[in-house]
């Protein structure tokens, strides 16, 4: 089956680093995706890992481990505007569907 | 570049009525749209996979009949909720592939949402 899993919930202090996890077994592979969604709006884009290793952009980074089918999201400096829901999606071939887990929601403290 | 936009943006109707949603490309052409729908605190659920000039392909359990999508251009995709009722009150999404020239990777690009509420 197809399996995405991530922590439903984290909290972090503004200024702080945070990372969030995410595991997936999934059927194909083509590539890892992460998603940020405010409350009551779509989700933007954030980054994507096809290869293993970190990308980088900005104060964001993105993790894959293929052979552990494991990927993280590291937010670094955090901000208020931060607190959101963080999805991860695998697209999984055939059409890129994407695969969405159940997301993380962060909330960032002063 | 990469805006998907959606109209209308919320709708509430009665019971029994259908509701069509559009999904547009706004700066790049997208042969694959998708349609997702999400319930209040849980995660994009995928509905159908729009390809142009062909039919939807649906995900198991979503019935064709009711989701009716029809993708006539390269830049916009419907959705029509037909005989809508209050069970389907939902957010519906939309999202259109793009090829990123870095990596080749398609990527997702997500509509606004439209927030519809049967009553």
């Known amino acids: 089956g197809q399996n995405i899993d991530q922590p439903t919930e984290m909290t972090a202090t503004e200024g702080a680093i945070v990372q969030i996890n995410c595991t997936y077994q999934?059927?194909?592979?083509?590539?890892l995706f992460w998603y940020q969604q405010h409350a009551g709006e779509a989700p933007t884009f954030l980054s994507y890992?096809?290869?293993?290793g970190l990308e980088e952009k900005g104060r964001f980074s993105s993790f894959l481990s293929r052979s552990k089918g494991y990927s993280y999201l590291l937010l670094k400096e955090l901000q208020m505007k931060d607190s959101a829901s963080y999805l991860c999606?695998?697209?999984?071939?055939?059409?890129?569907?994407?695969?969405f887990g159940a997301g993380t929601r962060l909330a960032v403290h002063p | 570049g990469a805006v998907v936009s959606q109209h209308p943006s919320w709708v509430i109707c009665k019971s029994g009525t259908s509701v069509k949603i559009e999904c547009r490309s706004l700066?790049?052409?997208?042969?694959?749209m998708f349609w997702y729908r999400q319930f209040p605190k849980q995660s994009l659920m995928l509905m159908a996979t729009?390809?142009?000039?062909?039919?939807?392909?649906?995900e198991q359990g979503v019935e064709k009949d009711k989701f009716l999508i029809n993708h006539a251009s390269l830049t916009l995709s419907t959705l029509t909720v037909t005989s809508a009722h209050p069970e389907d009150s939902s957010f519906y999404i939309c999202?259109?592939?793009?090829?990123?020239?870095?990596?080749?990777?398609?990527?997702?690009?997500f509509g606004p949402g439209t927030r519809l509420t049967v009553l």
């Open positions: 999202s259109a592939n793009l090829i990123l020239l870095a990596g080749g990777v398609d990527t997702q690009y």
């Open positions: 999934t059927s194909g592979f083509n590539g």
């Open positions: 890992n096809v290869l293993d």
């Open positions: 999606a695998v697209n999984s071939g055939g059409y890129n569907k994407l695969i």
């Open positions: 700066d790049f052409q997208a042969t694959t």
């Open positions: 729009s390809n142009e000039g062909s039919k939807a392909t649906y």
